[in-house]
């Protein structure tokens, strides 16, 4: 066990390290740093008492909890907001008013003589906490990515990435707190002091490990980098968001006529294969408004511009592949040329428009 704490706390030291090394660090790196700094602690401490040594590092401990949800919730909001306002302290009160309660115990060094019923409440309230933050995340995340997906063409970040995979991993922390907190309520288990949240000590550790080890694939997040166009753009918080249609000027008949110009345009200029190509670009091509492109595109082809673009990127890449283009050039030598990029966006739309594997398309061409 000891090992355990040992090597996801030099872990994540290591990330840390890597984080600080980082030149021109943004607002969601500091955030980020500040995150894992928390987690070092939580394990340091559950160090400390797998060779029970009980200090008043274990109420620290307990009292950082109610940190984790605000810092994990600002850094996702620093991905899409230049800036984040001081007023956003009143989200570390929870914190604060838990500090200032154990304070009097610190010279002491001893545990709080918090009642069984208190620290039962305290408990369901860092989990609600932590609950409440990772959904609220998770909502700004989808609402940013619908708003990407109307346009842009190409929506990956590295970034958002992590992130996601992160919050998963602290809903699932979330869930085994929950159920060891149940046990604990139901005498389920016979736990000491000791032992009662070893479940949630060594999830913490093993997650660590892996997150880093999904980090490390992501390595913009840790080494450099920066965020893609859409998640800059997007976090201006929809200075550009759609007018709702039936404001719009369009009728039907419009909307099919722009349509047929739009065709025009991507049959003869094939803008898509512009991995940076955005909605805004595509309507000042054809002397449109935002609103009025996207209202033809949503309603003349049931799509949104993310999905319209990439279509038309299959369709090039199906061209070529019926070409023979894919002897002298890599698969995705190909969708990268087409316009994507990442293999796995390329994959993705593939599968969707095919209903086959790029490899399992050019098998059946062969044939």
């Known amino acids: 066990m000891e090992n355990l704490f040992f090597f996801s706390g030099s872990i994540t030291t290591f990330f840390i390290i890597l984080l600080m090394s980082k030149r021109d660090k943004a607002v969601y790196d500091w955030l980020l740093i500040s995150w894992f700094s928390i987690i070092l602690f939580h394990i340091f401490v559950f160090y400390l008492s797998a060779n029970n040594r009980f200090s008043f590092s274990l109420e620290l401990s307990s009292a950082a909890v109610f940190l984790n949800g605000p810092v994990l919730w600002l850094y996702t909001r620093s991905l899409f907001e230049k800036r984040i306002s001081w007023k956003e302290v009143v989200h570390f009160l929870p914190f604060v008013i838990n500090l200032a309660i154990i304070a009097p115990y610190a010279l002491q060094n001893t545990l709080a003589p918090f009642s069984d019923f208190t620290r039962t409440i305290l408990a369901w309230a860092k989990l609600g906490s932590i609950l409440i933050y990772c959904l609220w995340s998770i909502h700004m995340i989808n609402k940013t990515l619908r708003f990407a997906e109307d346009n842009f063409s190409n929506i990956e970040s590295q970034h958002l990435a992590w992130l996601k995979m992160a919050l998963k991993s602290v809903l699932f922390l979330w869930f085994i707190g929950f159920f060891s907190q149940l046990a604990v309520i139901t005498d389920l288990f016979t736990l000491d002091l000791t032992n009662e949240d070893l479940f949630i000590n060594i999830a913490v550790s093993v997650l660590v490990i892996y997150m880093g080890y999904y980090g490390f694939r992501q390595a913009p997040v840790f080494l450099g980098g920066s965020l893609s166009t859409f998640a800059k753009q997007a976090g201006s918080e929809q200075e550009v968001m759609m007018e709702k249609y039936h404001h719009s000027s369009l009728d039907e008949a419009l909307v099919k006529q722009y349509a047929k110009h739009l065709e025009e345009l991507m049959a003869e200029k094939k803008p898509y294969i512009d991995p940076e190509l955005n909605l805004s670009k595509l309507a000042t091509e054809l002397n449109l408004s935002n609103n009025q492109l996207s209202q033809v595109i949503n309603q003349f082809y ?60 050019l098998k059946e061409q062969k044939t």
């Open 302 to 361: 049931k799509k949104n511009f993310y999905e319209y673009i990439n279509s038309y990127r299959i369709e090039a890449v199906k061209i070529r592949l019926a070409n023979g283009d894919h002897k002298n050039t890599t698969l995705l030598g190909i969708a990268l040329e087409a316009g994507f990029n990442s293999k796995a966006t390329f994959n993705r739309f593939f599968k969707k428009y095919t209903g086959q594997t790029p490899s399992e398309y």
